[in-house]
């Protein structure tokens, strides 16, 4: 084994999407746009429900959260991917690579937590009316978001812990776009076994719970909705929580395809491009689905607008 073998690694190479230069050159355009589509549509959103009382309710009050943490989410990867577009050398330092890790995870998980007790919010609103307002009290609403955050840190330690404490000597080169645990434990060089499956049992919490209290509760929305005589509230209750499931479906289908493999051993174009829809494109969306098409948003951005 050679000298080098035994140099703990200082930067990784990422390879990124493409390695033609025209392509990159056009992804670069694409991405940039989607970027500048997810900072400006989530501040929007940020903005509307703080200056609007029409939006202080515990929808909106999570959706704000939710963007918050879309945004930390895309700022973590998208603008070093833009650079790396542009450059011959796509390299990251060790420590830069630690904190993409550290601020992805935390923003990851947390989003995951949220958008379950988005879904628990919509039940109690739609399976529990007469009590909503006492359920879904201020007090609770802001306990909800703090175990989203702590619960987002806490599976970001664990994570970051296995994933960083592992040596990483000679190989630096990481077949992705940006620095994510599956892809850069090929590269470590001692036996990732442990670590590999800390991240599936993790994702088992993080990505399964989550979707199973989501399941269970459009299961008694359906129900619910399916008995509701009016043909309007349906429609509304549908539009509502149609925007929400959609949100769930590419997040969570994304990710647990990413997650759920602990045996996986290359990381493959599929992989690369799968990884764009939780890591990139969720947060452009979230605006757009879920609230940008919501009409009390529509009023409060005229509302702004006009001022």
Known sequence: M???NHTSVTEFILL?????????????????????LSVFGNLLIIILIQVDSRLHTPMYFFLKHLSFADLCFSTSIVPQM???????????????????????????????????VMSYDRYVAVCKPLHYSTIMTQKICVQLAIVSWITGALVCSVDSAYTLCLPYQGQ???????????????????????AQMALFSVGVVILLAPVSLIFVSYCHIISTVIRMQSGEGRLKVFSTCGSHLTVVVLYYGS?????????????????????????????????????????????????????
């Open 255 to 307: 990710g647990i395809f990413a997650y759920m493999r602990p045996n996986s051993k290359t990381m493959s174009e599929k992989d690369k491009v799968i990884s764009v829809f939780y890591s990139i494109m969720t947060s452009t969306l979230n605006p757009i689905i879920y609230s940008l098409r919501n009409k009390d948003v529509k009023e409060a951005l005229r509302k702004l607008a006009g001022r």
């Open 172 to 194: 630096n080169v990481i077949n992705h776009y940006f620095c994510e645990p599956p892809a850069l434990l090929k590269l470590a060089s001692a036996d990732t076994y442990d």
């Open 2 to 4: 050679g000298k080098g």
């Open 82 to 116: 833009l650079v790396h577009f542009l450059v011959k050398k796509k390299s990251i330092s060790f420590v830069g690579c630690s904190l993409q890790i550290v601020v992805f995870l935390l923003a990851g998980c947390t989003e995951c937590v949220l958008l379950a």
């Open 16 to 36: 990124g999407l493409s390695q033609d230069p025209k392509i990159q050159v056009l992804l670069f355009c694409i991405f940039l746009v989607i970027y500048f």
